[in-house]
């Protein structure tokens, strides 16, 4: 059992997620977690580097979602399939089953929290979507689904977690005044 070793395992995993930034965005779900909770235990941190490995593993993403209405429930999906890569990853390292059901259950509830850590893991989440992933996201989905999406992230997130957002400053132009817009109405 050593965080380092299945941190880094866990990245090499990302990387072979059919979007670009899957390792990026969980380093940054990382460093959000830590900032909004300095003393997160290890189980805690092992959710965040991995809440997303499902997308490495089965190659499943939003983009195969047709009906953008379904998203609570495909997201509920994607959360149990992480939960349940992670679970056996932590296994075949032989972590503790105390740690494994609690990375399990972090995870499973990394889209819409419910107790308090699974809420900050969920908020570290979206504030790395708005810190990283956005352009990718324009993209790939266009102007619509992405204005949905940046709502749905920001609905999600606590007052306090909206300020950081408000200060996020996006390199990009188009970027700025989208987020601008949808986190304004």
Request: proline share 2%; charged share 35%.
């Amino acid at each position: 059992m050593n965080y380092n070793i299945i941190k880094k395992e866990i990245e090499d995993i990302l990387p072979n997620s059919p979007l670009e930034f899957e390792l990026a965005h969980s380093r940054l779900t990382l460093k959000w977690l830590i900032k909004l909770k300095p003393d997160a235990d290890e189980a805690l941190r092992i959710a965040a580097i991995s809440h997303d490995i499902d997308r490495a593993i089965t190659g499943i993403t939003e983009k195969d979602l047709k009906d953008f209405s379904k998203l609570d429930e495909f997201k509920k999906e994607h959360s149990i399939r992480s939960a349940n890569i992670i679970s056996d990853l932590l296994k075949k390292h032989n972590y503790s089953k105390k740690i494994i059901e609690k990375v399990k259950r972090l995870v499973e509830c990394h889209e819409f929290g419910g107790e308090k850590e699974s809420d900050v893991l969920k908020e570290a989440d979206s504030l790395a979507y708005f810190d990283y992933n956005i352009p990718f996201y324009l993209k790939r989905n266009g102007i619509e689904k992405t204005k949905k999406k940046i709502k749905f992230m920001y609905d999600r997130l606590s007052g306090q977690s909206k300020k950081f957002v408000n200060d996020i400053k996006f390199n990009d132009k188009e970027v700025n005044n989208l987020v601008k817009s949808v986190i304004n109405n």
